[in-house]
């Protein structure tokens, strides 16, 4: 059973930071490029960041290049994005995805960014 599951979603004052992990299960991890997905209420899902499988090469949306920094543990099976000066337009549900052949999905977790 196919399973990817997020974590470290809060509330964080604007400049503050977070680290999302998404811990991925029955499937083979090290295979697939993994890639982190937001949607604030009222717009569509975006593309965040993203990560090869190997780790070599990483692509980040313009709004938050210099702010976010995706990373991979293929020991771990596990995906993180690490979230840095946190600004209120950065508030939405996050989202882990993994995708080669096929494309899996997270629940999702809750980022909100206010004071």
């Known amino acids: 059973q196919v399973q990817l599951v997020e974590s470290g979603g809060g509330l964080v004052q604007p400049g503050g930071s977070l680290r999302l992990s998404c811990a991925a299960s029955?499937?083979?991890?090290?295979?697939?490029?993994m890639s982190w997905y937001r949607q604030a209420p009222g717009k569509e899902r975006e593309l965040v960041a993203g990560?090869?499988?190997?780790?070599?090469?990483?692509n980040y949306a313009d709004s938050v290049k210099g702010r976010f920094t995706i990373s991979r543990d293929n020991a771990q099976n596990t995906v993180y994005l690490q979230m840095n000066s946190l600004k209120a337009d950065d508030t939405a549900v996050y989202y882990c995805?993994?995708?080669?052949?096929?494309?899996?999905w997270g629940q999702g977790t809750q980022v909100t960014v206010s004071s």
């Open positions: 990560i090869t499988s190997t780790g070599s090469r990483t």
């Open positions: 995805n993994a995708k080669l052949w096929q494309t899996y």
């Open positions: 029955g499937f083979t991890f090290i295979r697939y490029a």
